[in-house]
């Protein structure tokens, strides 16, 4: 699994992994049984407890428009005056921690998932704020983050039709190669921070993440997020199919978000670049 929200939840992980938990011993009925199952009610026409795509759909959306509210919050009080400029450094901060502690619990808590939208939110409003106001050398800016947001829904979709389509399958061994690029991608991410303080850099993003290599660094990363958005959609099929506890749409909805707050960040600094605002 490349998303540890789901890779550490014990329900969304490799059923292979899971070994006979989630069988169930075959049970005598008789005739007087058989009637009682044959007149109660479909399990369509009654709550059964269990994960559908609809709870998912549901709390992500949610999830979702509460972050997109509290960063159009943020960005107008931070242009407004009425925030300081440095907020989203707070909300960064509460973020990263809450995202840990939600990807590591067993069970998921709401609160906790909400409160980490918030963060996002606050970060996510004040970064793309931030990413704006950066000089831009010609005579017309673009909007970078209408493209971000563009961008990020785009393949959002081209993913999910992927995977429903059969084009993508998620093998043993794509997981596999995926792990290995994330790995990979995050210790390039941490080289690039320690150049920074040491190698003079013309651009905001490190010596390895500007100009034309910039560009090609984010755009596998993109490609990483996309690849890892296929992954969570497996996953959460998977979650569906087992019958898993409804409360887990909360873990399945967190961790679509996260993938999507890092796929708009990727864009948002890929198109900085284009932009020429590295």
């Keep these: 699994m490349a998303n540890p929200v789901f890779s550490s939840s014990p329900v969304f992980g490799d059923p292979h992994q899971r070994g006979n938990r989630g069988t169930v011993a075959a049970q005598t009925v008789d005739a ?11 399990a369509t026409a009654r709550d059964t407890g269990r994960l559908t795509y609809d709870d998912v759909i549901v709390r992500t959306g949610g999830l979702l428009a509460l972050l997109v509210a509290v960063a ?42 909400v409160a980490y939208s918030v963060a996002e939110g606050v ?6 704020l931030a990413f704006t106001a950066l000089t831009v050398e010609g005579s017309s800016a673009q909007p970078i983050v209408l493209q971000a947001v563009l961008a990020t829904m785009a393949t959002f979709a081209a993913s999910l039709w992927l995977y429903k389509s059969g084009r993508v399958r998620v093998t043993p061994k794509f997981t596999r190669w995926l792990l290995i690029a994330l790995v990979g991608y995050l210790g390039f991410q941490v080289v690039n921070i320690v150049l920074s303080f040491f190698v003079d850099s013309s651009g905001a993003f490190g010596p390895m993440r500007s100009g034309w290599i910039g560009v090609a660094v984010g755009l596998v990363a993109v490609g990483l997020a996309a690849a890892s958005l296929i992954v969570d959609f497996d996953s959460i099929k998977r979650g569906v199919q087992a019958g898993v506890p409804k409360q887990f749409a909360w873990t399945a909805a967190f961790g679509l978000v996260v993938t999507l707050v890092w796929l708009y960040l990727e864009f948002l600094r890929l198109f900085a670049i284009l932009s020429g605002r590295d």
């Design 32 to 42: 007087a049984r058989l009637e009682q199952m044959y007149n109660a009610p479909t």
């Design 72 to 113: 159009a919050g943020t960005w107008w009080g931070t242009e407004a005056g009425v925030l300081p400029p440095g907020v989203w450094i707070i909300g960064m901060v509460l973020g990263l921690v809450l995202g840990l502690v939600n990807a590591f619990k067993r069970t998921p808590s709401p609160a906790l998932i």
């Design 123 to 128: 970060f996510l409003g004040g970064i793309s």
